[in-house]
């Protein structure tokens, strides 16, 4: 079979065929896309993008983090973009993508418009992510390494998906959405450490509700635009394998429920290095940046063309900056709060001078999700450190460290929207819409 006609076959599964534990991890996602969503509309850029959504006007259809309903394409625009603003969404290392800030716009945007509940809110988006995942892994590791953000590439489809099967397209109009959203996706990692980050999984649902509404409207694609002759994964990677992961197919087996979820405001790569040093300084307590005399880090090589930032700018390039983030770590500096990354962060002399004394090196037989390397302390002594983020945690653990990262981003209004999201069966999509107010 076809990856086209695999991907169709997902994109019309009933709702009853979805695995409860997938759809349990999709509301964690959403309570986590909402959380980081809110939590960014103060962000310089969110505040551009609401000025331009005001600036366009038309029909308030859909609901805006921080700002006045919008088009359901704007709205989706500005939403991905800003819950993307603070970096602290969560990752599938699948395909190395954040598939709640570019699917989750578009999903909700359109139901709202539609007058649909939340509850199919989250069924889209499970099925968009899950899409989005196996059109991300068949693009490969060259795709990403080449420079383009799967956020925005094969999230971008994810977002079409969702936003097709909240509009019930039939099969030929998801055909078509399809391939409008292959001639459509777009996003470079050359924007990484600015606000064009973010933009870009905004545009990756902006795209999925022009696509998607297009095809409701007759609009006519190619009948293969994904992996056709001249589709998007022939011409976006030199190493495809459109057989990738369908091994286990859907819905017997749902990829999606290896998603991640950030604990630290930066960059998910980095996250492996963070966990390691927190595990050192516990067992060794009087660890610091001086009494640290050297970090020998090693990493997936993957990484090193995206969170290897030897001297950071910005706040922003400190969240991409291996060697940044390590001094934060061993000087006791709080990665999980995103108002810790200030432009004055980046001048921090103390972290400044400690950088000198890292390296950081790419080995390929580490994972994705894995960190190791070696502290030599200033009295001689070797610490190895390792962590592995690839552990399945479960499920209540999950919820509880989501509560405390809410809790730290929107004090006591983190607590309420953990509330509210309990009672997710019984609220409309515009209840939904809702909370992401300020």
């Not at 964690?28 to 331009?52: H, M, Q, T, Y």
């Not at 983090?65 to 603003?85: I, Y």
């Not at 570019?102 to 418009?113: C, D, G, K, M, R």
């Not at 777009?186 to 509700?209: C, E, R």
Request: net charge negative; hydrophobic share 45%.
């Amino acid at each position: 079979m076809s990856l086209i006609d695999r991907i169709l076959d997902l994109a019309a599964l009933p709702a009853g065929v979805l695995p409860k534990p997938a759809l349990a991890m999709a509301r964690l996602s959403l309570f986590d896309w909402l959380v980081c969503g809110r939590a960014g509309i103060n962000e310089p850029l969110s505040g551009k993008l609401r000025r331009l959504a005001e600036d366009e006007g038309g029909r308030g259809a859909a609901s805006v983090f921080g700002g006045a309903p919008a088009p359901a394409r704007m709205a989706a625009l500005v939403n991905g973009a800003t819950s993307h603003a603070l970096d602290y969404d969560d990752t599938h290392f699948g395909h190395v993508g954040h598939p709640s800030v570019a699917i989750f716009p578009a999903a909700l945007a359109v139901a709202e418009e539609a007058g649909t509940s939340a509850q199919s809110v989250v069924e889209a988006f499970l099925v968009g992510a899950e899409a989005s995942v196996r059109i991300g892994m068949a693009l490969g590791a060259v795709h990403y390494n080449r420079g383009f953000h799967q956020t925005a590439t094969a999230g971008a489809f994810g977002a079409t998906i969702a936003a097709g099967r909240i509009l019930e397209l039939t099969r030929e109009e998801m055909r078509a959405a399809i391939g409008l959203c292959a001639t459509r996706a777009s996003g470079l990692k050359s924007q990484f450490g600015t606000m064009g980050k973010p933009y870009n999984a905004g545009i990756a649902a902006s795209n999925g509700v022009e696509c998607a509404r297009l095809a409701k409207l007759g609009f006519t694609s190619a009948d293969d635009g994904l992996a056709g002759a001249q589709g998007f994964i022939p011409t976006h990677s030199d190493a495809p394998d459109t057989e990738a992961g369908w091994e286990t197919p859907p819905p017997a087996t749902f990829l999606f429920e290896d998603i991640k979820y950030k604990l630290h405001a930066c960059c998910h790569g980095t996250h492996a290095m963070i966990e390691a040093l927190l595990t050192a300084r516990r067992e060794t307590p009087d660890l610091s940046t001086v009494t640290v005399e050297s970090l020998h880090l090693r990493t997936n090589p993957r990484w090193l063309a995206v969170c290897d930032i030897k001297a950071p700018r910005t706040g922003l390039e400190v969240k991409f900056s291996y060697n940044w983030l390590a001094g934060m770590v061993l000087s006791g500096k709080d990665t999980a709060r995103d108002d810790t990354y200030s432009d004055a962060l980046a001048a921090d002399p103390e972290l400044g001078a400690f950088a000198g004394r890292i390296t950081v090196e790419g080995d390929a037989s580490l994972t994705d999700m894995q960190a190791e390397g070696s502290l030599k302390l200033a009295d001689g002594t070797q610490l190895a450190i390792d962590h592995d983020l690839g552990r399945q945690l479960p499920e209540a653990e999950l919820a509880a460290g989501l509560r405390n990262k809410a809790r730290a981003l929107l004090g006591d209004r983190g607590e309420v929207l953990w509330q509210a999201m309990q009672g997710l069966s019984a609220l409309s999509a515009r209840e939904l819409g809702r909370h992401t107010g300020a």
